[in-house]
């Protein structure tokens, strides 16, 4: 049985990592795939063509998330061809990584503007489709940072922690039209953000992680199935730890 037969779920920056584990694991559920990306129009092509062999439909679309413009008339271009949005999911995020005492104000406005502002831009800009339809499922990706901090990522963990204040607020008023609106805190997930990293790094991470590995994209993308789906229908307002238990 495939658990988003006939759904329709956007998913902000979906070339890579995150986001393109979604994408799969969704088409594969058999929901049709809207997705954006910031720049590689050919992997976007590629990733239409694959996906699109799971019979639904799929389409890439040139969208920067930050921009509020942007979101707009993506929307809006969406809303020609699918009438129902079931499922909007606020992946796009960058990291600028440094102390305070280096950090440029550039680093930290670019930081909350792709994380934190695209998530305002993407569920102000799909609310008038989920109103009229009386449901809808939004889904947040924020971060184990944004729940506990991190030294070096202070404009990261702020974006993230914006976040889940924004959905909670998002949940309490849209729950009385049958909207939805929950974040996904991952720990470590393995994807090109984290190959940037030292490898001894990286395994002293796994090693700290109670089930003693790192994430994968699709343990994200499972969870986002379940969010998104009527199985999860009296979830609202809520952070979910995917983080192999590296916050108890
Ligand atoms: P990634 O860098 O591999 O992918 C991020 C995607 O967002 C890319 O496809 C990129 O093109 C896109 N993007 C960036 N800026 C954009 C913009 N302005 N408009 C549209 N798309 C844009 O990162 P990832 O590891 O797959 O992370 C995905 C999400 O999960 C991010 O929000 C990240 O903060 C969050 N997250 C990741 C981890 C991790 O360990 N990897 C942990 C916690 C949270």
């Known amino acids: 049985m495939k658990i988003l037969k ?24 058999g929901a049709n795939v809207l997705f954006t990306y910031s720049s590689s129009l050919d992997l976007a092509k590629e990733i239409e063509k694959d996906l699109s062999s799971e019979g639904v439909v799929v389409r890439g679309y040139k969208s920067d998330a930050s921009s509020f413009e942007d979101c707009q008339k993506l929307v809006e271009e ?9 499922i909007l999911i606020n992946n796009a995020g960058i990291t600028r990584d440094n102390l305070l005492m280096r950090m440029q104000e550039d680093d930290f406005d670019k930081v909350i503007e792709v994380n934190l502002k695209s998530v305002f831009n993407m569920t102000k800009a799909i609310q008038r489709t989920m109103l009229k339809q009386r449901f809808g499922s939004i889904i947040n990706m924020s971060s184990v940072v944004g729940v506990k901090g991190n ?41 090109e953000m984290t190959d940037v990293l030292d490898e001894k790094v990286v395994q002293e991470w796994r090693d700290s992680i109670p089930l003693k590995r790192g994430g994968t994209p699709f343990d994200i993308a499972n969870t ?23 916050l108890t």
């Open 78 to 86: 969406i809303s020609q061809e699918f009438e129902v949005i079931d």
């Open 224 to 246: 986002c199935v379940w969010l998104g789906s009527d199985m999860s229908s009296y979830i609202t307002g809520q952070t979910i730890h995917v983080n192999g238990g590296l």
């Open 6 to 29: 006939d759904k329709t779920a956007i998913i902000t920056g979906a070339t890579r990592g995150i986001g393109r584990g979604i994408a799969e694991t969704f088409a594969k559920q």
């Open 151 to 191: 030294a070096g990522q202070s404009n990261y963990a702020a974006s993230k922690a914006g976040i889940i204040g924004f959905s909670k607020s998002i949940a309490l008023e849209l729950g009385s039209r049958n909207i939805r609106c929950n974040v996904i805190a991952p720990g470590f997930i393995e994807t």
